[in-house]
């Protein structure tokens, strides 16, 4: 009964604003029991070196954050594939996920892939990042961040890649004070609702 009355609050609070315009919030992660506090991230893919720079500038981003208690790095990460026998070729099953979480104790995973492109006038990298929960392989949440620039030059998309990665820091950390937020809400209905009913 409890669970059904935290999902009726939960669909009243977020419906119509659980997307945002690069980034998106899966309801779900509203539901879960603990906030994921311990995260790794896994190598993001595409054209280097940017796809490395963009994991590198993102895990260090991810630090500043105060609603994560640690953030596990790709190196590490990248030790544990290599001791579980994995190859790492990009593609992050549901299998491998939920190793990386038994022997990391990890909440969730970020993953990410970048797409750089560039010629004589355009410049634009384009990032897409994903939290995926441990426990479920669920998507808890998704952005597609990108950087344009004109008439730059050939570094622009060094440039361009680490704009991006804020761009995406900074919806992140919006949406992660909206689930505070409205998780507040919810369990602050909740109490009221059971509050009224003991005193019945």
């Not at 919030?25 to 070196?49: D, K, Y």
Request: proline share 3%; hydrophobic share 40%.
């Amino acid at each position: 009964m409890k669970k059904l009355i935290y999902l009726f609050v939960l669909a009243m609070l977020v419906s119509g604003c659980a997307t945002l315009e690069r980034s998106a919030i899966n309801p779900i992660f509203l539901v879960r029991e603990n906030f994921p506090e311990r995260v790794g991230v896994f190598p993001f893919t595409g054209q280097e070196p940017y796809a490395s720079q963009a994991t590198d500038l993102f895990s260090m981003g991810l630090i500043s954050i105060p609603y994560f208690q640690e953030v596990v790095e790709r190196n590490k990460i990248g030790q544990v594939l290599q001791e579980l026998g994995y190859q790492y070729s990009g593609f992050v099953d549901e299998k491998t996920i939920t190793e990386l979480g038994k022997h990391l104790g990890l909440d969730a995973i970020f993953t990410g892939n970048v797409v750089p492109h560039s010629d004589m006038l355009f410049f634009n990298s384009r990032i897409t990042i994903k939290l995926i929960d441990v426990k479920t392989g669920i998507i808890l949440w998704g952005c597609n961040a990108q950087d344009e620039r004109l008439f730059g030059m050939v570094n622009d998309v060094s440039i361009s890649t680490e704009q991006a990665i804020k761009n995406a820091l900074r919806d992140l950390k919006k949406d992660l004070k909206k689930i505070k937020r409205i998780d507040g809400e919810i369990k602050e209905k909740i109490n009221s609702k059971q509050n009224k009913e003991d005193s019945t």
